[in-house]
């Protein structure tokens, strides 16, 4: 399923304050992104009604299935394209502002082809 630009950065920045913290709220998101409380309560609102994410009664988020496999799949793309780029001699603020554009345009079929060049060229190595 394609899903808007903004919402797969939302679900990935879920994501990775999971990763790090026991829960995410929406504060959390907007202190993260820099983005308004209001905005963010409106894209969470629009995240939960598209089954993306739960919200429990404390105000914290979870992704659901749905927008675990989508968080998942941004945050694959964002690491690896960053790596990559970096590995390539790109200094890493700019390999990760990059991914983070490329990681919403790139085909599966693209990313596919560079996930496997980077798998043979480090098996290699």
Same mark, same amino acid.
């Given at each position: 399923m394609k899903i808007q630009e903004s919402a797969e950065n939302y679900l990935e920045t %879920? &994501? %990775? &304050? =999971?990763l790090e913290q026991p829960y995410v709220?929406? %504060?959390? !998101?907007?202190n993260t992104l820099n983005f308004s409380k209001p905005s963010v309560s409106v894209a969470m609102k629009? &995240?939960? &009604?598209? $089954?993306? +994410? /739960?919200?429990? #009664? #404390? $105000?914290? +988020?979870?992704?659901?299935? =749905? $927008?675990?496999? +989508?968080a998942d799949t941004i945050y694959e793309r964002h690491t690896l394209i960053t790596e990559w780029l970096v590995r390539l001699g790109v200094d890493r603020e700019t390999a990760s502002a990059d991914a983070c554009r490329m990681e919403?345009?790139? =085909?599966? !079929?693209?990313? /596919?082809?560079?996930?496997n060049h980077i798998t043979k060229e480090t098996a290699a190595e």
């Open positions: %879920i &994501l %990775i &304050l =999971s709220r929406s %504060i959390d !998101i907007a629009n &995240l939960r &009604l598209d $089954g993306y +994410i /739960q919200m429990d #009664e #404390e $105000g914290h +988020i979870t992704l659901t299935e =749905s $927008g675990k496999k +989508i919403h345009v790139i =085909s599966p !079929i693209s990313f /596919q082809a560079i996930k």
